[in-house]
Each structure stands twice: as C-alpha cells, then as structure tokens.
C-alpha cells in the first residue's frame, strides 16, 4: 500500500530564506506521481507542483521545485526565497493505486506547518 | 469560471442528526471526490465519482452516502451524525489526464457534531 511520511510536524525560516520540507514515500507501483498541496490559514488546498515516477527532470514552478531522488524514495519540496504569505501547513501526497475506471486517489502525509519570520 | 463550491462553510450538528454537504464543479470533471481531514492529519478518501451515476466508497466511507445525479454536482449525506465525524470535508475533482490528474479542491466544509 502506498504511504507518505513528512517527518517535520513545524519548521520556522526566516524570510528570503530558502526552506526544504521533506517527503518520503513507499509504494510498489514503478508507475506513480507526487504532489505538493499548500493549505493556508483560511482552509483551502492549492495545488503548488507534481512530479512523475518517470520524469527525467526534477519538477519546478516559479519558487518552487521538488527534490525527486528516486533510489531514495524522496521528494522534497524547495522554496526558494520564501515569503510571509508562504506561511501554511504543505502537505505531499502520492497519486494512489487506479480506482474504477481510471479515479485515482491522493495519498497524502500529515503535513508540515511551515511558518516565515520576519 | 467557480471552480469547486462547497456549501455550506460550517456547521454544527447534534448527535443522530442528519444532513448533506453539497458539492458543485463547473469544469465539466467526470471525476469528483469527497476527503476528511481530521485535526493534524491529512487527508483521507471518503467516496468518490467517475461519472454520472457511477460512484465508489474510497478508504473511510462508513457513515456517509453519496450520489451523482449530474456531472456538477456531488452531494455527500452524513446519516446519524457522530461525534468521529467532527471533520473538515474537502470535495475535489479531476478531468483525466495521460499523465496525471491534478485534483481541484474547494474550500471545504467545517463540521462539528455535539
């Protein structure tokens, strides 16, 4: 069975800090996908960036990237330069195992609560 | 373009008591997909939707019904509310992608059961 593990419960990093949060994962599948979701203060889950068990290169967007190292079933997320409003709770989350035709669940960790200081 | 609503944002339910947290996409999504999160946790499979009339239990389904009338719409039911059910409901969805489905979350429903 799939499983996440974020082994951070907090982390506190000065502004304009670059911040690491890390994921690890265990699956049997070779075919598989990771998310990062950012759930702020007011509830929502956004979506920040995916990466894909056969991608050749490590996801980006705009601030963000994924540390995809594979043999070591990790994907840390990496936020360059962080920001105020980067303070949230980051959750990552594997694509699960292909439910009826074609639905596929999110698998996701407990979460890291990531707050900026000024 | 809404996205995912979810209405309504909060509410407060006595034990035994029933009610339905409505869900409604307008990216035209087949799939659709109801999580809780429970306090520090994250989120778990509750039902899910591949279409019209066609739905599946996902990992925590006991307690809850769901149908699917319509491609939008995706009411989740909670019969005999428990106190276990104390919960954030998220409702997502997904069109399907040759690579991966990303899955557009609404804003979720925060319930309490006294």
């Known amino acids: 069975a799939q499983k996440i593990t974020q082994t951070q419960p907090g982390m506190f990093v000065q502004e304009k800090e670059a911040v690491t949060l890390d994921c690890t994962y265990d699956?049997?599948?070779?075919?598989?996908?990771l998310f990062w979701y950012k759930q702020p203060s007011s509830g929502e889950m956004i979506f920040l960036i995916y990466?894909?068990?056969?991608?050749?290169q490590n996801a980006t967007e705009g601030r963000y990237s994924l540390n995809f190292q594979k043999a070591r079933k990790s994907a840390n997320l990496v936020i360059s330069a962080s920001q105020l409003g980067d303070s949230a709770m980051y959750f990552c989350?594997?694509?699960?195992?292909?439910?009826?035709?074609?639905?596929?669940?999110?698998?996701f960790g407990q979460g890291t609560r990531l707050t900026i200081n000024p | 373009n809404a996205g995912v609503t979810q209405t309504p944002k909060f509410r407060i339910l006595k034990i035994g008591q029933s009610m339905t947290l409505q869900c409604a996409q307008d990216?035209?999504?087949?799939?659709m997909y109801w999580y809780r999160q429970d306090p520090g946790m994250g989120l778990k499979l509750i039902y899910y939707?591949?279409?019209?009339?066609?739905?599946d239990k996902g990992e925590v389904p006991n307690g809850y019904n769901v149908s699917r009338s319509t491609t939008e719409d995706f009411p989740l039911r909670l019969e005999l509310a428990a106190p276990s059910q104390t919960s954030v409901y998220f409702c997502?969805?997904?069109?399907?992608?040759?690579?991966?489905?990303?899955?557009?979350f609404g804003p979720g429903t925060r319930l309490t059961v006294l």
């Open positions: 997502a969805s997904s069109e399907q992608v040759y690579s991966y489905n990303e899955q557009f």
């Open positions: 699956t049997s599948d070779p075919s598989y996908g």
């Open positions: 990466q894909g068990s056969y991608d050749q």
């Open positions: 989350a594997m694509r699960g195992p292909d439910l009826i035709q074609g639905a596929q669940k999110l698998v």
């Open positions: 990216m035209n999504h087949n799939y």
């Open positions: 939707s591949v279409g019209a009339g066609i739905t």
